[in-house]
């Protein structure tokens, strides 16, 4: 056999198979087809080219001071303002002539006006002129109709004259009116601390130990002892008191040496007396006396009852007697108590003691008082906080200096002190025998006029020359009445005192220092709780 020689020729090239053409062809139909929708989908969502013009239009508009915008003689604001001012005044007068219909019909536009300007300051844009016309072409026409009326600018000026004046009056009558009631309102003895008394008083009557612990006190010798720290206390509110004897015990280095004498009235002394008796004030000695054991406190021979009566009398039961002019505070019956007038008979009250503070009863305090006792007074009377400043309470503020006894006698420039908390010499003041200064005083001023009445003015004249400027933190003023005293100063204060009308146990009270006199208040005691619920 014959082997066939090698062939070197190119193998044939196999052929793709049809259906194979086929799906590369659906293959790239379709990717063609996913490229165009993908491409014109982007073409949908693609942010907008903006140029800056249309920027600038399509920028929110900022806001506007609209205060400024009223201000403005160009602005549509200041022209809805003006002619919304002139469509109320004629309004009254429309109202006034019987012309119902006009009134409505301006009162409709002002509302319409008040609308649009009430808009624009709650958005803080500017009026636009598209805005306004309209408005502003309805009330200029009924303006018109209006002055067609006869409504002329004299008529008009003087009938708004008239509105002015009755609305002075009316302010002023209101000034008046709440000064009234808010005098009313410190005068009056609130419900809860009735209650209180009550409560105590009944307490007293049905309990006849306490009657005799009451009369074992009278006899103690802490009483007279001048080696221990004394303080007086002028009151009939309960609560009050007991405020004062808790704050200054509690900051004293020590309460046991202490001793209390209060005076009080017939009606609040059995309440006072057990109150005293049945708490427990870290030690201390309370006497509870009446101001009817003061024999030698008569008509007869004291000014002070038979000018008290007059004053009493006088205000509260002769209408014919009342001089609207005269200041209210004046008419509070603190300023005609017995009680409040008695600082000026501590000696008569304690004639065994040398020194002693008095206390009022819208006090708080603060610091240890004993330290006032070894205060240098250098022969003068009263120790005292001075409440000059400037040419602010000095005498010339309290007394009547174009009457010639106060005027030959009195320097008006002298600083004026406080009442409140005071330390008292009783020595060099039975040596200065002020209590006779003060009755002759009161003598020369039976016809109210050296000053109108009140304690103070009566305190300068009878210590006039006989007072020790005290340091000022001793006593800081005016939580009855100051709302913006300083945090610091309240703090530093030794005394804290709520004089003037919002006594801290009214609803009155400025609730900023309500809680410095309340922290002393023993609201777990049940007839406290209990009344205080009511």
């Known amino acids: 056999m014959r082997r066939r ?55 929110p508009h900022e806001k506007v001071n609209f205060t400024e915008e009223l201000l403005s003689s160009t602005s549509f604001a200041r022209q809805l303002a003006d002619q919304m001012t002139l469509a109320k005044a004629y309004v009254i007068l429309a109202k006034e002539h019987g012309n119902l219909q006009l009134a409505w019909e301006l009162s409709s536009q002002i509302r319409n006006c008040q609308r649009l300007l009430s ?13 306004a016309h309209p408005i502003i072409s309805r009330l200029a026409r009924l303006i018109y109709k209006a002055q067609d009326s006869h409504y002329d600018i004299s008529t008009t000026i003087m009938t708004l004259k008239s ?58 010798t802490r009483l007279v002892d001048n080696n221990l720290y004394h303080f007086c206390i002028f009151s009939d509110n309960v609560l009050a008191t007991s405020v004062v004897v808790n704050s200054t015990v509690s900051n004293a280095n020590h309460p046991q040496q202490l001793v209390f004498h209060v005076v009080t009235d017939m009606i609040h002394f059995g309440a006072m007396s057990t109150w005293f008796l049945i708490n427990d004030f870290k030690g201390c000695t309370v006497e509870v006396r009446c101001i009817d054991e003061f024999s030698w406190l008569n008509a007869s021979s004291s000014p002070l009852v038979r000018l008290s009566e007059m004053e009493t009398q006088g205000y509260y039961y002769s209408a014919g007697s009342k001089n609207l002019d005269r200041e209210i505070k004046f008419h509070n019956p603190r300023f005609v108590s017995l009680l409040n007038h008695l600082r000026f008979y501590i000696p008569q009250i304690l004639p065994n003691l040398e020194k002693v503070i008095f206390l009022d009863d819208d006090v708080v305090v603060q610091k240890d008082l004993t330290h006032l006792f070894s205060i240098e007074l250098h022969g003068n009377v009263i120790g005292a906080v001075e409440t000059c400043l400037e040419s602010f309470h000095r005498y010339h503020k309290y007394l009547n200096f174009s009457h010639p006894t106060i005027s030959s006698k009195i320097d008006p420039h002298t600083c004026g002190w406080a009442f409140g908390m005071n330390i008292f010499d ?73 004089n003037g009308n919002m006594k801290p146990w009214l609803k009155l009270a400025i609730r900023r220092y309500k809680y410095i006199w309340e922290r002393y208040v023993n609201f777990s005691h049940p007839y406290v709780r209990e009344c205080m619920l009511h």
């Not at 009161?442 to 009140?454: A, F, I, K």
């Open 119 to 131: 808009e624009g300051a709650v958005s803080g844009r500017v009026i636009t002129q598209e805005e």
């Open 163 to 220: 509105h002015v004046l009755a609305l002075e009056e009316r302010a002023k009558a209101a000034v008046v009116q709440s000064a009234e009631f808010g005098q009313l309102a410190a005068e009056s003895f609130p419900k809860n601390l009735h209650c209180l008394t009550v409560k105590l008083t009944e307490e007293w009557l049905h309990n006849p130990k306490h009657r005799s612990r009451s009369d074992e006190h009278r006899n103690s």
């Open 426 to 498: 009783l020595i060099a003041w039975r040596k200065a025998n002020a209590t006779a200064l003060y009755q002759y005083w009161q003598e020369q001023n039976s016809d109210l006029l050296l000053w109108r009445t009140g304690m103070l003015p009566a305190g300068l004249l009878t210590f006039y020359g006989l007072m020790e400027p005290l340091d000022r933190r001793w006593h800081v003023l005016g939580l009855g009445y100051d709302v913006d005293i300083d945090d610091r100063l309240i703090e530093s204060a030794a005394v804290v005192h709520y």
């Open 5 to 59: 020689a090698p062939e070197y020729r190119r193998p044939s090239r196999r052929r793709m198979p049809g259906w194979i053409w086929w799906l590369l062809g659906i293959f790239l139909v379709v990717g063609l087809m996913l490229f165009v929708l993908h491409h014109n989908q982007k073409e949908q969502f693609r942010p907008p080219v903006i140029d800056k013009g249309s920027e600038i239009e399509e920028a």
